[in-house]
């Protein structure tokens, strides 16, 4: 599935892809290797193992009821660009492009989970 690969405008396509009737993709966000979305009911994102030989991944689909807890990665009193995502006893790690990114979804999802 090449969702990932897209420019900007073929981005939300590839998301539209895998939505169900009635849900809304809220917004986009840039990772360092792929994307994210977060929409009406979920966030989606891309997840790629480091055992991983056969260069596969997968696409994580976490509905928002099911997040447990999320964290901004600190070193020192500086925020990393990674987001944890805690959801049914599994740590989810996405790097972000940029602090700004990072934050940015950070916010979007505390309202939806809060």
Same mark, same amino acid.
């Given at each position: 599935?090449?969702?990932?690969?897209?420019?900007? =405008?073929? @981005?939300? =396509?590839?998301? /539209? +892809?895998?939505?169900?009737?009635? /849900?809304? @993709?809220?917004?986009?966000?840039?990772?360092?290797?792929?994307?994210?979305?977060?929409?009406? *009911?979920?966030?989606?994102?891309?997840?790629? #193992?480091? %055992? =991983?030989? *056969?260069?596969? #991944?997968?696409? &994580?689909? @976490?509905?928002?009821?099911?997040? =447990?807890?999320?964290? %901004? $990665?600190?070193?020192? !009193?500086?925020?990393?660009?990674? %987001?944890?995502?805690?959801?049914?006893?599994? $740590?989810?790690?996405?790097? !972000? #492009?940029?602090? +700004?990114? &990072?934050?940015? !979804?950070?916010?979007? %999802? #505390?309202?939806?989970?809060?």
């Amino acid at each position: 599935m090449a969702l990932f690969g897209r420019k900007d =405008n073929q @981005i939300e =396509n590839g998301f /539209e +892809e895998l939505i169900i009737e009635g /849900e809304v @993709i809220e917004s986009t966000h840039s990772l360092v290797k792929n994307r994210a979305a977060l929409t009406s *009911m979920r966030v989606i994102f891309e997840e790629r #193992s480091s %055992l =991983n030989e *056969m260069g596969i #991944s997968f696409i &994580v689909s @976490i509905p928002y009821s099911k997040i =447990n807890s999320i964290a %901004l $990665e600190y070193k020192g !009193f500086t925020s990393t660009n990674r %987001l944890i995502i805690l959801s049914g006893g599994k $740590e989810y790690k996405i790097m !972000f #492009s940029t602090l +700004e990114d &990072v934050l940015r !979804f950070y916010r979007l %999802l #505390s309202t939806y989970i809060l």
